[in-house]
């Protein structure tokens, strides 16, 4: 009888998040492209699929997999031109060890919203 060992099995996952975040990365690119030319024009090709392919891998680290919420922090980093995750403004949500991941993912995007629209007078 076959046996896989753990290390297998974790090698087996990791290639499999890898191959789903770079489909996912190739989905999203035309996307954002196509919906928000302006904002995305300031990055070349390679840059702007790097940078989704990294805020792909980072969401997945975090237990963030639902492709909405991806393809929102996707669009949030090229608006801010800084790491979501890295960003202070958003430290006190990603910390919060009590929220689920994909309330944290939630909550960062609308209060992302919430205060460009407060910025923006609306």
């Given at each position: 009888?076959?046996?896989?060992?753990?290390?297998?099995?974790?090698?087996?996952?990791?290639?499999?998040?890898?191959?789903?975040?770079?489909?996912?990365?190739?989905?999203?690119?035309?996307?954002?492209?196509?919906?928000?030319?302006?904002?995305?024009?300031?990055?070349?090709?390679?840059?702007?699929?790097?940078?989704?392919?990294?805020?792909?891998?980072?969401?997945y680290a975090r237990g963030i997999r639902d492709e909405d919420q991806i393809l929102n922090l996707c669009y949030i980093r090229f608006i801010i031109n800084a790491d979501v995750f890295k960003h202070e403004s958003f430290a006190y949500i990603l910390n919060n060890g009590l929220m689920h991941p994909y309330a944290k993912a939630r909550h960062l995007i609308l209060s992302f919203f919430a205060i460009n629209a407060m910025r923006a007078g609306a």
């Open positions: 009888m076959l046996k896989v060992s753990a290390s297998q099995r974790a090698a087996m996952s990791s290639a499999m998040d890898a191959r789903r975040a770079r489909e996912l990365a190739d989905a999203i690119h035309p996307e954002l492209r196509a919906q928000r030319p302006d904002v995305m024009k300031a990055y070349a090709e390679d840059v702007a699929h790097g940078t989704i392919l990294d805020t792909i891998t980072q969401c």
